[in-house]
Each structure stands twice: as C-alpha cells, then as structure tokens.
C-alpha cells in the first residue's frame, strides 16, 4: 500500500472512500494463495489493547463449504459466490498467553521488559471479568477487520463484512471452541464485472462532531 512517506496518507484516505461492501462476487476469479496471507498480514497490523492481538481467521476457500457457511450467515449468497471467505474469531484468553505473544517485541528491544511484565499483570486482571474479556475480543478483531478491508481494496479486491450469523451453526461448521468468539466473516474475492456499488451516505459532522463535551447528544 505505501509507495513511499509523502504517498501513504493519499493512498490510505483513497482506500477509505473507494471501501464498499460488495453485493456481487464474480464467481470465476479465485484469490491466489499469497493474496490471502498478504490480506491477513495486513489485518495483523491492527492495534489492540496491550498488543494482545486477539484475532484468529478461518480461511474457507472450498465451495462446499462456503456453501455450508452460507447456512450459518442465515443463507447470504455472498457467502457461496465469494472464492474465499474468511471467518474472523477473537481469542477470549488472548491475557493468558500474553507473555509468549510479547516475547518477540520484548526481544527486539521495542518494548521493555518491566513494561511487558506490568502489561501482563494488568491484562490478567481486568480481562478475568468474562465481559471484559469479550469487549476487548470485539474491539482488536474489528480493528482487524477494518484493516483486511482496506487492504482488499487496497488490491482492487471487493469485500463484504457479515456478522448477522447463526453462532451456533459457524461454531459447528468450523469445529470453533468456545475460547474463541466468532466475531465477523469476510467474503472476499474479485468485483463483478458491472457490478458496481457506490458507498452509502455516511452522516454528517453536524451529528457525529462534538467538541468539548457531549451534552448537545439527544440523551
Ligand atoms: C460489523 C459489520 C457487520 C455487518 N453485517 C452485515 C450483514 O450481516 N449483512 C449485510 O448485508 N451487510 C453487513 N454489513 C455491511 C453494512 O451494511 C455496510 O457496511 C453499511 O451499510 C455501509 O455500506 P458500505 O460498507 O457499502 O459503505 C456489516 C458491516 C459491518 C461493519
């Protein structure tokens, strides 16, 4: 995506209003192989709190089943059309690996260990609470999945964010534990020629802008 400093930040707000969520998948163009494990080495690149990095996909690239995953998103052809989908799951015991997932930063030097050690005693007692634990899931895979949306489009790839699912049946079809939360599928694969969806009219800065405090919010 950066070609270099000064064209970063161009290219990024191009991505942002070019993302659409697909309708359409053209159903002859796969995703090679390296496509896929650049998407999720970008999605990888989320921030989380204490870099815990909860995220977990299941790439789904057989037709059968996609078409049984279709099922668990309540029967959306997008799931069945796309060459791959990818099933983004949350680890809900991300704090008790957290010394092992800090390791390789403390060891290059770009996080000290009295700081990765206090990290690590925090991270265990606040996400002990199972809500905090689930809150924090949410919030790093959605940052995930908003940086695998990005870079699709970042590679001319089209993209559909589904999380109206039947939990139960996901968790089924893909053999998912309950440690991890099966937060989103992303269908992903090449638009549909003709197939051209504008993105929808976000509201104003008039509703969404407030400075100083929030009371102007309709309570
Ligand atoms: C967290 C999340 C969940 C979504 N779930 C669904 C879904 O289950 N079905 C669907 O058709 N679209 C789903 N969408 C797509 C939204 O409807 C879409 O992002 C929104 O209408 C704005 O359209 P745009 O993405 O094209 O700008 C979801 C999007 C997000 C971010």
């Not at 996400?127 to 995930?144: G, I, K, W």
């Amino acid at each position: 995506m950066a070609k270099g400093p000064g064209a970063l930040p161009m290219e990024t707000l191009d991505c942002l209003s070019a993302r659409v969520t697909a309708t359409r998948f053209d159903p002859d163009r796969g995703i090679d192989q390296e496509d896929l494990r650049d998407l999720v080495r970008h999605a990888c690149r989320a921030p989380s709190a204490f870099h815990q990095q909860h995220w977990r996909f299941v790439a789904v690239q057989d037709a059968e089943a996609r078409a049984a995953l279709g099922e668990a998103a309540h029967g959306d052809p997008r799931v069945a059309e796309a060459p791959l989908v990818l099933v983004a799951l949350g680890d809900l015991r991300a704090y008790e690996d957290l010394a092992e997932t800090l390791r390789p930063t403390v060891e290059k030097g770009e996080l000290d260990r009295a700081t990765a050690d206090r990290w690590v005693r925090q991270a265990a007692k606040e996400y002990s609470q199972p809500q905090a634990a689930r809150d924090e899931a949410q919030r790093s895979v959605s940052m995930a999945v908003m940086c695998l949306l990005l870079a699709a489009r970042d590679k001319g790839l089209a993209s559909a964010c589904l999380t109206n699912l039947d939990v139960d049946a996901l968790r089924a079809a893909l053999a998912v534990s309950e440690r991890y939360l099966p937060v989103a599928l992303v269908a992903l694969g090449h638009p549909l020629p003709g197939d051209t969806p504008r993105q929808k009219v976000r509201l104003g800065l008039g509703t969404v802008l407030h400075e100083g405090s929030a009371e102007a919010l309709p309570g």
